[in-house]
């Protein structure tokens, strides 16, 4: 049914300030892409504007659009035209006054073959999501795609192992995250490093406790819509593999698209070797449920 | 109630053929991590022998005792001359028939403060674990010891973010996981690296996902008790901080004792740093209990 090999592509892209010109870039990236062999093209989060969370400003809200609407319509020809898969972060506005931080699973037939609204969302300084974003309340979910079964989750996602164990059980062979995260400048040469490498490490662990691919595509560039000092953010996209081995990996600073083939046999033959999914206690973890257990 | 810094070590030590000298070595590695200020103090798993799971043997059952237990007892008077907690694995015999592979905390006072059955117990060549022990019934927990509050969960344990977190939601601010793990040589070359990778970044990963340390006592050392090629058992036992990074980290292949300061209010800190507990989805993690969700 599917292939035995998938080419698959991480979009590492700056945004600027005008949503249209972000939107055509990612749209030749993935063409781009698609002509080296991407079967899957994954855009990092929000690609569409600067991340406009850095402040709390009741303007912003008009960046956003419904899903389907016409971004993902226009995704939708430039998948049919690529024979790719596309997963295209997107402001959503669902009504007046309820916003999502959503992604878009594209189909290779142009088709919207499902949505995922982010649902672990931050407030941190500068980034101040749960001003602009409701949780989402779709679950964690995975697609049969016409090139394999994958799962998506959304940036503060992933620190978070029941997110990724939850989309692995329904059946995802790759976990994608849409992901803008960076450095605070001040904060950067005391913690930059252990605040990238937690990210990294937490993403491949996922990879490791569900057998499965991992592929995070996080955006590049410094950006200060808001004044100050701004993010600057780490780009570092990666793909790893069932035993959280990077297999491909983007650079700090620099647009570029991060490619790697996922052999979707080595999940069944890495499971068998590596058997956590077997010895679940699933008679044992009540508890999960409660915010602490005191 | 408990100090502002602790120093806590590990004791990664070769297993001999015979129990009793075992025994006493650890007893003397405990004296010595003590002696050099080590407040809580961890043996690997199993130390009482060499890792007799690697065949099927009914007479290894020989090996198995009660806790409490002599063990236990002479244990709890190394702890109360030393005023150090020990938690120290056990081959538990719990009656005829029904053995665990347990640990025992014992307080800084000799007294037994708890016990933790091991939850999650393999089957792998050379690891044929569910022909000994029995699932743990007793759960996943934390126990406030003189010294600070700590959990236990044990080497297969580790593979599984939800051990990690059930501790942490309980209240365990540094999660010790006794080992014993190493590579088939035949195996090493092709695999080796991988694998202690991954063993080495999962752990880390649950420091990161709970704000917690983690520190994971393994032994030392080649054993082949049933013939064979043996198991080498690759040391590396470490402790690593709430964000990941490893503090102190121990060799491949020498018997040592690896210490690190723990300061019990960095776990405070960091989590309202990194405030990953807060924004868990516990309205939306029901699947978890399943095998699959199919």
Redesign the interface.
């Known amino acids: 049914m599917t292939e035995r090999k998938s080419t698959i592509a991480l979009i590492q892209m700056r945004c600027g300030p005008e949503p249209e010109k972000n939107f055509t870039r990612a749209t030749e990236f993935i063409r781009e892409a698609a002509a080296q062999g991407a079967k899957i093209v994954c855009l990092p989060e929000l690609f569409r504007s600067q991340y406009f969370c850095q402040a709390e400003d009741h303007k912003n809200f008009d960046l956003a659009e419904e899903v389907p609407g016409k971004s993902t319509a226009a995704l939708g020809d430039v998948a049919r035209k690529t024979g790719a898969v596309i997963i295209a972060s997107v402001f959503e506005k669902r009504s007046a006054g309820v916003y999502h931080d959503s992604a878009a699973i594209i189909d290779a037939d142009g088709g919207l073959l499902g949505k995922y609204r982010k649902?672990?969302?931050?407030d941190?300084p500068l980034y101040h999501e749960k001003f602009y974003f409701a949780?989402g309340d779709l679950?964690?979910q995975a697609w049969q795609t016409t090139h394999g079964k994958i799962g998506v989750c959304v940036c503060?996602d992933q620190?978070?192992?029941?997110?990724a164990?939850?989309t692995a059980?329904?059946?995802a062979e790759i976990i994608f995250y849409p992901t803008a995260i960076g450095w605070h400048p001040s904060e950067k040469k005391e913690f930059g490093l252990?605040?990238h490498?937690?990210w990294e490490?937490?993403q491949?662990?996922h990879a490791?406790?569900n057998g499965c691919y991992v592929a995070a595509a996080n955006r590049v560039g410094h950006e200060a819509p808001a004044g100050g000092d701004g993010i600057e953010f780490w780009g570092q996209s990666f793909i790893c593999g069932p035993?959280?081995?990077i297999i491909a990996k983007g650079s700090v600073d620099r647009e570029e698209i991060v490619t790697a083939d996922v052999e979707w046999d080595r999940v069944n033959e890495h499971r068998t070797h590596?058997?956590?999914?077997r010895?679940?206690?699933?008679?044992?973890?009540?508890?999960?449920?409660?915010?602490?257990?005191?």
């Open positions: 649902m672990h969302v931050p941190d949780p679950g964690f503060w620190w978070y192992p029941e997110a164990r939850l059980l329904r059946g252990a605040q490498s937690a490490t937490i491949r662990s490791i406790a035993d959280g081995k590596w058997p956590f999914l010895d679940r206690r699933v008679d044992a973890y009540a508890g999960l449920e409660k915010r602490m257990i005191d």
